[in-house]
């Protein structure tokens, strides 16, 4: 997308999460914030397409406000055989998740999208996360807590919901919202110096 004697456009995340905001600043990458702020409908089946669809109507979105921008977008969700959880909008769906999850394996998938002058770049991270098995004053708990009311699945596992988790197979980013590894990949294709590298 640039070769190493162009200077890369200026980098852009489209998402208001503060979660992604302080891991993409990790990588030492400069950049600036501009929420997407789209209807996140996609017309694929395959949770992996969904979440890379949807990552690329964020860059999309972004970049018709943004020309010559390079924008950065990404989209988590978690599915329990094949069937997609979204945030939950209550407390007692939220319940209703934690139950199904319960003592069980799900896929999450997040698909990331790099949109730039030189065209459109985006991957898919899956991460296999297992629950222990919950007991009901467990499952009420945490839902109380509200953390999971704004999250893919209905927990975070880099709070409260750690606790949740018995198992992890793959990149522990990608549960946060944001797999650096493929992150990192499409920013360096780009030009775009990470880590101290380009």
Not at 47 to 57: H, K, M, T
């Given at each position: 997308?640039a070769d190493?004697?162009?200077?890369?456009?200026?980098?852009?995340?489209?998402?208001?999460?503060?979660?992604?905001?302080?891991?993409?600043?990790?990588?030492?990458?400069?950049?600036?914030?501009?929420?997407?702020?789209?209807?996140?409908?996609?017309?694929?089946?395959?949770?992996?397409?969904?979440?890379?669809?949807?990552?690329?109507?964020?860059?999309?979105?972004?970049?018709?406000?943004?020309?010559?921008?390079?924008?950065?977008?990404?989209?988590?969700?978690?599915?329990?055989?094949a069937q997609?959880?979204?945030?939950?909008?209550?407390?007692?769906?939220?319940?209703?998740?934690?139950?199904?999850?319960?003592?069980?394996?799900?896929?999450?998938?997040?698909?990331?999208?790099?949109?730039?002058?030189?065209?459109?770049?985006?991957?898919?991270?899956?991460?296999?996360?297992?629950?222990?098995?919950?007991?009901?004053?467990?499952?009420?708990?945490y839902a109380?807590?509200?953390?999971?009311?704004?999250?893919?699945?209905?927990?975070?596992?880099?709070?409260?919901?750690?606790?949740?988790?018995?198992?992890?197979?793959?990149?522990?980013?990608?549960?946060?919202?944001?797999?650096?590894?493929?992150?990192?990949?499409?920013?360096?294709?780009?030009?775009?110096?990470?880590?101290?590298?380009?």
């Amino acid at each position: 997308m640039a070769d190493q004697h162009t200077r890369p456009a200026e980098l852009i995340l489209a998402s208001g999460s503060p979660r992604r905001r302080e891991l993409l600043s990790s990588l030492g990458a400069a950049f600036r914030v501009v929420s997407a702020d789209i209807e996140e409908v996609s017309t694929h089946q395959d949770p992996a397409e969904v979440a890379r669809d949807l990552a690329e109507q964020k860059a999309r979105a972004v970049a018709r406000r943004e020309p010559g921008a390079l924008v950065l977008a990404s989209d988590t969700l978690v599915a329990l055989d094949a069937q997609i959880l979204g945030k939950p909008p209550s407390e007692a769906e939220n319940a209703e998740y934690l139950r199904r999850l319960s003592g069980r394996t799900h896929s999450v998938y997040s698909g990331v999208a790099l949109l730039g002058p030189g065209g459109l770049a985006s991957g898919v991270e899956h991460t296999l996360v297992t629950f222990r098995a919950l007991d009901e004053s467990e499952v009420l708990y945490y839902a109380r807590s509200g953390e999971g009311l704004d999250k893919a699945g209905g927990y975070g596992i880099q709070g409260l919901g750690s606790a949740l988790i018995s198992r992890i197979e793959g990149e522990y980013s990608n549960v946060v919202g944001f797999p650096l590894g493929l992150v990192i990949r499409l920013l360096r294709a780009a030009g775009v110096s990470v880590w101290g590298q380009t």
